[in-house]
């Protein structure tokens, strides 16, 4: 008799109250001084008359958002979070709780890792106060997205008498993943089909310009080094030929070869002309 009368007791000074407010996201209702009710009803808090914020949050499929809250009176405890792709009505029962002598709350289940809907659970876990506001990431699911779905965030405690768990929601918007975005695109990127490392107009080995181009640049076919119509040195014959205007020849009648005739073949004329010359002496003598 006397252990149930001090049981009671204990459950008795137990405070029913352990507040939080959610800073961000932004929450979908009104939350008061001090404390940031309402909280209590699930799934967001729904006592009384809520007052929306009409706030909507903007993320993309597969990307962390930081989730943060502020406690504004102390009990051991965590927070999971879960997201309704529909609203409200998809967000997922409170967890079982397993009570003990003396502690209603005394303990509950941690999703590890979370199942869908919940996507994160037994964050924050403490037993001594917060100093200041707290921060987390949770991952949306990569393979997600809505126009007005309903993130929940909810504060499980322990040593607290009924009820064990204080809500807050926030709204989202989720993007897909792939919105505007792609690798390896038809107009830029490496490989891309109008510029980049191998591209169609511009680039190294480019069809237009670019080391080895077809129009211009080192061995270019109109200008360059050696340039005559293609490739080093290159034109209508030999090194040092050329088609228009470079470095080894072309239009300039001081530079051999400017003619596009070879070395060789000035010889062979220069020979033939001396074996002429001594054939006119010898009918002379």
């Given at each position: 008799m006397r252990r149930s009368l001090l049981t009671l007791a204990l459950v008795a000074a137990l405070p029913a109250s352990a507040h939080f407010w959610l800073e961000a996201p932004d929450a979908s209702f009104v939350q008061s001084q001090p404390y940031g009710d309402p909280q209590k009803t699930p799934p967001c808090g729904n006592e009384g008359t809520p007052i929306p914020t009409n706030q909507l949050t903007t993320v993309t499929a597969g990307e962390l958002l930081s989730v943060r809250i502020r406690e504004t009176i102390y009990h051991p405890g965590h927070y999971r979070v879960a997201l309704g792709l529909n609203g409200p009505t998809d967000l997922p029962a409170d967890p079982p709780v397993t009570p003990t002598a003396g502690d209603p709350c005394g303990s509950t289940t941690i999703q590890s890792p979370p199942v869908f809907p919940v996507i994160a659970d037994g964050e924050l876990t403490h037993n001594a106060p917060f100093a200041a506001p707290q921060s987390f990431n949770v991952r949306i699911p990569a393979n997600v997205s809505c126009t007005n779905c309903t993130l929940q965030?909810?504060?499980?405690?322990?040593?607290?008498?009924?009820?064990?768990?204080?809500?807050?929601?926030a709204n989202l918007r989720i993007l897909p993943r792939d919105a505007g975005m792609g690798t390896g695109g038809g107009t830029s990127g490496t490989g891309g089909g109008t510029s980049g490392t191998g591209g169609g107009t511009s680039g190294t080995g480019g069809g237009a310009s670019g080391t080895g181009g077809g129009t211009s640049g080192t061995g270019g076919g109109t200008s360059g080094t050696g340039g005559g119509t293609s490739g080093t040195?290159?034109?209508?014959?030999?090194?040092?030929?050329?088609?228009?205007?470079?470095?080894?020849?072309?239009?300039?009648?001081?530079q051999m070869g400017g003619c596009g005739c070879s070395s060789s073949g000035l010889g062979v004329v220069f020979v033939a002309a001396i074996l002429f010359a001594a054939a006119l002496r010898r009918r002379r003598s």
């Open positions: 965030v909810i504060q499980y405690m322990s040593s607290h008498g009924a009820p064990c768990f204080y809500h807050h929601c040195g290159g034109g209508t014959s030999g090194a040092a030929g050329g088609s228009t205007s470079n470095a080894d020849g072309g239009s300039n009648p001081a």
